[in-house]
């Protein structure tokens, strides 16, 4: 009966997370205008970048690394869909820091990190349901190929949800950062720049010198887009398994790290008073 009762309880706490993740998910439905700005964005983006790949490909006569032009396109259209969907929570923690309004959630029955986590969990998924229709539709056109197959598709769904609660979580760890210091901009601005670069947004690592893939080998920017988004265009069973690890590993130290930081700005603003 213990063991029930222990079951039931940890069932009712996650049921919890998961109707902030589904409030979230409808209320970012709401905003129709919103969505088809981001949907005409996202066009004008992929516009570009393909632009840009497929004038770099003639002058360059041969492929790069294994991309040929096609692939490429397929990676760009995947990176930019993810990226676009990452979590936007930076500002409203940090508004929520400054205004006092974080002690209403200190009394609230739930850890505050794991509502925001599954907050942003909504908005994210609701945002690639809409955006990758459209990156793959443009990619399609342009290529009149397609790059992907189920395999190659099921492996980018299941890495791209985990990129995003990584994301997500380094997010939240930056915007925690409000507890300590005056602006968090910089900060969510370098790792912005991070994701751009070692974290493949726009260029695989896998064309860039040695010494930013060894880099980017030990950070785990490079799990929130291009981890995802080559197990799309080129499947590997042992890519996907070693990728699913590394990502998995990664939450968990961030999950340890933004509770720690949480824990310790939690009673620096209890000792303030709020």
Not at 112 to 138: K, M, Q
Request: proline residues 3%; glycine residues 6%.
């Amino acid at each position: 009966m213990k063991k029930k009762g222990i079951w039931r309880y940890n069932l009712r706490k996650i049921q919890k997370y998961l109707e902030v993740m589904k409030i979230s998910f409808l209320s970012s439905s709401s905003y129709s205008r919103d969505v088809l700005g981001s949907l005409i964005f996202l066009f004008l983006i992929l516009f570009i970048m393909f632009s840009l790949w497929r004038v770099i490909f003639s002058s360059n006569g041969s492929g790069l690394a294994h991309f040929t032009l096609s692939k490429m396109l397929w990676y760009v259209a995947s990176t930019e869909a993810l990226m676009l969907s990452g979590s936007k929570l930076r500002v409203r923690i940090d508004s929520e820091i400054r205004s006092g309004n974080i002690a209403n959630f200190l009394v609230k029955p739930f850890f505050y990190p794991l509502f925001l986590v599954f907050d942003s969990l909504g908005s994210s998924i609701f945002s690639l349901i809409i955006r990758l229709p459209v990156a793959f539709t443009v990619a399609l056109f342009f290529t009149l190929r397609l790059e992907l197959t189920i395999n190659g598709f099921l492996s980018y769904v299941i890495l791209g949800f985990l990129g995003l609660v990584l994301d997500a979580l380094i997010t939240i760890f930056i915007g925690f950062f409000a507890f300590f210091i005056e602006d968090t901009a910089p900060v969510y601005w370098i790792y912005n720049k991070m994701l751009f670069t070692i974290g493949g947004l726009l260029i695989p690592v896998d064309i860039m010198p040695e010494i930013i893939k060894k880099v980017s080998y030990y950070l785990p920017f490079r799990f929130v887009l291009y981890n995802p988004a080559i197990s799309c265009v080129n499947f590997s069973l042992n890519f996907f398994i070693a990728s699913l690890v590394g990502v998995s590993i990664s939450i968990l130290v961030m999950l340890f790290l933004t509770s720690m930081e949480f824990s310790v700005a939690s009673r620096r603003l209890s000792i303030n008073g709020g």
